[in-house]
């Protein structure tokens, strides 16, 4: 186990070390931000007076290796625009996109258990159909598109829950709502599958022939076995749902870090979207790190293979 854990933390750091290089290159294959941060009407010596100022004239290579310094010491820079430590921008920010994505994914991972395990005691395939076509017609409309109709329905028509910012509880509604929904089909389906999958298992058949009801096998038997393969396809989820929310919180006016990355991507603004990499990525890799190791530790053969 000790040999396992160590080579599951020397893949997370080298995941983390090639997730923020590609994101450095690509940030500076995008362009220089001098003119997006100027005022229109800029000349064209004040634009390049601020890049250099930015350190946008050095080599490329040169510019690389500040930045892994910087990532040494645990910074990636002040915002260009804000003048402050861009990590702090984020700080503040990351709870309630943690409250969001976390409330989510319980909530849409939950539902999907229960919903799997009551169809398979009630073996009632008529449910089982119209779920996984409900959930097939939710995949099919974008997480943007379903937060706005979620929107017009219970705020602007019925009135029922606020549709802007964090006011309460209430305003965790409709954008946990929007996410979980769509994480309910995918959880859903491969619930179903997993124990579809067990139901002809030697040891299924082993405890029907002891007496056991179909209840008590479904449960203690086969959910347990049922819920391994799904961990893995959860730890993955989880963190592009991280990561995933910046839409649906813009949508929602959701106050995580959804905005300020979007105005950090349309302003150019490097440090602040290299700042929201590094703690995606870092929380990404930290989940599928937890997944592995809960993995390992309930299913011997994943840390034999």
């Not at 933390?9 to 690509?26: D, S």
């Not at 940030?27 to 010596?45: D, F, N, V, Y």
């Not at 892994?68 to 820079?77: C, E, F, P, S």
Request: charge should be positive.
């Amino acid at each position: 186990m000790p040999t396992y854990v160590a080579r599951k933390l020397a893949q997370a750091v080298v995941t983390l070390f090639a997730v923020m290089t590609i994101g450095f290159f690509l940030g500076r294959l995008s362009g220089r931000p001098g003119a997006l941060i100027l005022p229109e009407g800029a000349t064209q010596a004040e634009i390049d007076a601020l890049n250099a100022r930015l350190g946008f004239d050095r080599p490329l290579g040169v510019q690389y290796l500040d930045f892994l310094r910087g990532l040494l010491t645990g910074t990636v820079g002040d915002s260009y625009r804000q003048k402050v430590p861009a990590l702090d921008l984020l700080v503040d920010r990351v709870p309630a996109t943690f409250q969001l994505a976390l409330s989510a994914f319980v909530i849409g991972l939950g539902s999907a258990l229960l919903i799997a395990v009551l169809v398979h005691v009630t073996r009632w395939n008529g449910l089982r159909l119209t779920l996984l076509w409900l959930g097939s017609m939710r995949q099919s409309v974008p997480d943007f598109l379903f937060g706005v109709l979620l929107v017009l329905l219970f705020s602007v028509t019925l009135g029922w829950l606020p549709s802007l910012g964090n006011q309460g509880p209430t305003s965790l509604v409709l954008p946990v709502a929007c996410l979980a929904t769509a994480q309910l089909a995918v959880y859903l389906r491969l619930v179903g599958a997993s124990l579809g999958e067990q139901q002809g298992q030697d040891y299924v058949r082993a405890a029907y022939a002891k007496g056991q009801p179909h209840h008590q096998v479904v449960v203690r038997q086969m959910l347990p076995n049922a819920v391994i393969p799904v961990l893995t396809i959860a730890g993955l989820n989880l963190g592009g749902l991280l990561g995933g929310t910046v839409i649906v919180e813009n949508v929602f006016a959701w106050p995580g870090m959804g905005q300020v990355l979007l105005q950090a991507v349309n302003g150019r603004d490097f440090p602040v979207v290299l700042a929201g990499l590094a703690v995606v990525a870092f929380f990404f890799v930290a989940v599928n790190l937890v997944v592995d190791l809960v993995t390992a530790s309930i299913d011997p053969r994943v840390r034999l293979a």
